[in-house]
């Protein structure tokens, strides 16, 4: 069986058991002050109530071919204060950036700007169907190539494809374009496509979902590539090689743009997995290390708001090689000579592309992209300017040094302590003995007040905690976040009572969830209760 | 002949004269976690040594079981699928994955005995 | 910079702290002469109202549904969201907060993509449904390979009825993937006889419904000639407001359904983001590809809710992950479950009607047109109408006129003749009899 070292408890074991000495506050409701117990809307709605005033439907002969759906549907309605209400309460359960500090490495939780939002809701922005006629939504077309004029400056790239709606997606964009590209020159059968260890699950994902097999790229002692390692993997069977960098232990690869040139060298191409974008926008591009397409996650880098998982977008900027692959929609500008301006404009089909002198892959969604996404990237991009993106990236990373120089002296680094980029990278070595895991250690961050750090990730070092402070942290801030994390090793180091981590969470909404149960009897929907009478029986 | 064997991807075989019950490990399942799903290989595969076959689960990992041995599938342990939790409670009793016949015994002198896996995963700690 | 709280004092304090003499310092890996000495050739910093200018400017260029009669659909609608529904998504711990990965912090996204998955399940009479994908048309695209693994069969049928967008997005993912799909012929009447095409290489039958041309027919025939081949019923609904008057798919036996679930809580954004919808049986549950939230307990004993099977997911499955998908829509689903518990079923059902009572209305006034036929007998707020004349110049001198009319169909199929006289035209509850008026009006004097 191939063994796996992440393993950790997924259902709570002694950590019901009340604090020693403490008594429980009891109330009739369950309720904690301020912080509500809250039912499912099929417990509280019904079928018959509804928050929504519509006028009686005129009587019409119905042109429904017979296909009136009959019978109850299972959707329970709430009138607009209790919508209201039951929304507002969910909300207070969650933790979010506007709260606290949201250390998640490779998630970039930095400040999403209101004034984002006020843009993206202007009506020319959000009320306009991709399907209408182009000449109606000029200004659209022009906001997206000002996101690719943008993007391009700062990557050094040749092209941008808009249309992924997602990391992942941008990932799978990328690869797509490099294999038409091989397809293109004749080397269709290339079927191996190198990944490095400790790369983000999405990666070989995205590879193997595409059908290419996947060969593991092992790391150096201090968690880099080297680029022998890579000229050895190579051969005339590779498309191509997907890199993070920085990479997922914050880390700069230095042997970056020598990797780039034997994977050229090799006729392969070189996706760089930009997740880690926001280390070094304006100061390092990544047209110049040699990188042929990478993925930016909008969501990321450029605020456009986690909402609770998404929506994200993920355009993919592509060297000059892989830029006639790119997916439909093509965007090619009509010159005008006359007087009137020149208009940028959508080519849809296959065909039309191709009369562009372009050889798009295909296409990846429906319509255009993640317009609402570009437009706040854009105020963002706007708002920062040139001087405060780069600014940016330099705060990102003296915060996360910052932090690291903060706490290398009671935490353990896996590589061992050196400059790191956005984000810092720490194992669990630290805690051996202590009787206190990572999980343990992130679940009293949470009582503390902090969404812990991202745990167990990479895979490649044991109990992992990647913590990226970001920009949007103030110094106060980080020196509260320092200050505490000190104070909570200290606390699972010393000999003393380890029930502040054992037991944690112990403030929050709920304690540690069974996730065993879950997983081994799915519930993965409300069900009445009483036999459930399905509308096809 | 030695009934018990252990392979180095902590599958143990259990012999019945030409028929091997296989399964994990108590190690290899403590280390998994609480098993949530077991997904077991169909009757009749024929199977080479060392070829994944059967898939085990935990909430947070997803390990693939391979057989120690060569042989085909003669019986598929299906209360795994409603009872999970099996593998954790007995992983080298009632918690076979999979029943083998045999087809060429000498692979077994390729695998090791208990203590010899014992001492294997101290070792390997 | 506003969004930087680092002032020029702090970060000198946290230089000495670090032990280097500047940032650059932090910056040592970056290979030599890579380092960028100048600023990249963009803009200085602007404050808001700099920014509001500037794109203000180019919003104003375009010209939004709301402000004109709007009859635009093909996979997109316009209807009303209630205020409350955009205030809600707004709220910080909804916007600001990330995928529940620490439960016992977000159990509020938790619990919305618990009711939004029962909800789903519900809608379109299925067993189980997931939280959400990107959009309708990935959706549909990860449905059919979810068909391809369960029947272990390469070869996806597709209805002439589904919109050439999606077809492209499934016909991208086949060609590079090694699989095939067979397209019918496009469907304007939705009369094809897709069954007789089922063979025992065929994976999956995809067929929309309403279909692109806004037809409906019962899907019922079509999945029992698919499973009497081993095959697999997906039905793609890109109008889920359809399914508030119209028989579920579920009922009519799909194996899979993928929707956009854009109509409910969501504007038109001008193509995303939009929220995909994912429901199937029981059965197929661990080939189903995105999250799933499931309920559970905390140690207290307390009814909680975690994202639950992750093994099919890429962060640990990695290679053999049922999809590379990570980030779902989770606002946009929120957006949607806020909404659709604002309706609820009587709400829901009302909407729907108003809708398909509106369409009617809508196609005996273009009926009446001289020179327009209407196309196909069944459909609910979308359908086809045959002009005598080149359908985009038909539009494009409507929109002069302050009409969006609709879609040529020539928009999503360019290129085919038998096509090129066909108008696709949806009609929500946001038009009036004036706007309805309007444009028979304008389009009688566009095709005198």
Known sequence: MTMNNQGR????????????????????????????????????????????????????EPRLGGLERTGGIGLPGLSEPETMRHYVRLSRKNYAIDSGMYPLGSCTMKHNARLNEKMARLPGFGDIHPLQPQSTVEGAIEAMQLLARYLLELTGMAAVALSPKAGAHGELCGMLAIKAAHAAKGGADRSIV?????????????????????????????????????????????????????????LFEPEVAEIARVVHEAGAYFYCDGANFNAIVGKVRPGDLGVDAMHINLHKTFSTPHGGGGPGSGPVVLSAALAPFAPLPTRYIVTNTGPAPSQWRLAESQGEAERLGETPFGRLTA?????????????????????GMRQASEDAVLAANYIRAGLRDVMSQPFGDKPCMHE????????????????????????????????????????????EPTESESKQSLDQFIETMRALAAAAKSNGDKSRFKQAPRLAPRRRLDETRAAREPKLRWRPAGPVKHAAE | MATEHFSKDHEWVRLDGDTAAIGITKHAAEQLGDVVFVEVPAVGRKVRAGEACAVVESVKAASDVYAPVSGEVVAANADLATTPAAVNEDAEGKAWFFKLKLADKSELARLMDRKAYELFVKENA | MRYLPLEPADRKAMLARIGVASVDDLFADVP??????????????????????????????????GSVPFFVGCGAYRHHVPASVDHLIQRSEFLTSYTPYQPEITQGTLQYLFEFQTQVAN?????????????GSTASAEAVLMAHRITRRRKALVSGGLNAHYRGVIETLSRWGGQQVEALAPDPTGEEDIAARIDGDTSCVVVQYPGVYGTIRDLRPIADAAHAKGALLVVVVTEIVALGLIRSPGEMGADIVAAEGQSIGNGLSFGGPYVGLFATRDKYVRQMPGRLCGETVDAEGRRGFVLTLSTREQHIRREKATSNICTNSGLCALAFTIHMTLLGEAGLKRLAAINH????????????????????????????????????????????????????????????????????VASTEINTDADRAAYAKALGEVLA
């Open chain 1, 194 to 250: 190198l990944v490095p260890e400790s790369a983000h699950g999405t990666n070989p994902a995205t590879a193997a979902f595409m059908g290419y097999a996947v060969k593991p790229v092992p790391a150096r002692d201090d968690g880099t590539v080297a680029a022998d390692a890579v000229k050895a993997a190579l051969s005339s069977d590779v498309a191509a090689i997907m890199l993070t960098n920085p990479n997922t232990c914050g």
């Open chain 1, 367 to 387: 319509f255009h992209g993640q317009m609402g996404m570009f437009v706040r990237a854009l105020a963002y991009m706007l708002s920062h300017g040139a001087d």
């Open chain 3, 32 to 65: 030599k002469g890579k380092l960028l000495g100048r600023l990249p050739d963009l803009a200085l910093t602007k404050g808001e109202l700099e920014v509001e200018r500037e794109l203000g400017r180019l919003a104003a260029r375009n010209t939004p549904a």
């Open chain 1, 424 to 467: 810092v990278l720490f194992d669990d070595g630290w805690l051996e003995g202590t009787g206190v895991t990572t999980l343990d250690f992130a679940k009293a961050m949470i009582d503390e007040g902090y969404h812990p750090m991202t745990m167990y990730f990479p895979l490649v070092v044991h109990g992992a905690m990647l913590i």
């Open chain 3, 123 to 135: 809608l379109t009479g299925m067993d189980v449904a997931n939280a959400s994908m990107y959009d």
């Open chain 1, 9 to 60: 408890p997924t259902a709570p074991s002694g950590q019901g058991e009340r604090p020693m000495g403490s008594t429980p506050v009891e109330t009739y409701t369950g309720n904690r002050g301020l912080d509500h117990e809250e039912g499912l809307i099929f417990e509280i709605g019904s079928a018959t109530r509804t928050g929504v005033d519509l006028p009686k439907p005129k009587p019409v």
């Open chain 3, 357 to 424: 009572a509106n369409a009617c209305d809508l196609a005996d006034r273009l009926a009446r047109v001289k020179g327009v036929e209407v196309l196909g007998r069944a459909f609910f707020n979308e359908f086809t109408i045959r002009v005598n004349g080149d359908a985009a110049e038909v539009i494009e001198n409507l929109a002069a006129r302050g009409i969006m009319g609709g879609v040529p169909a020539s928009r999503l199929e360019p290129g085919n003749k038998a096509l090129a006289g066909l108008i696709i």
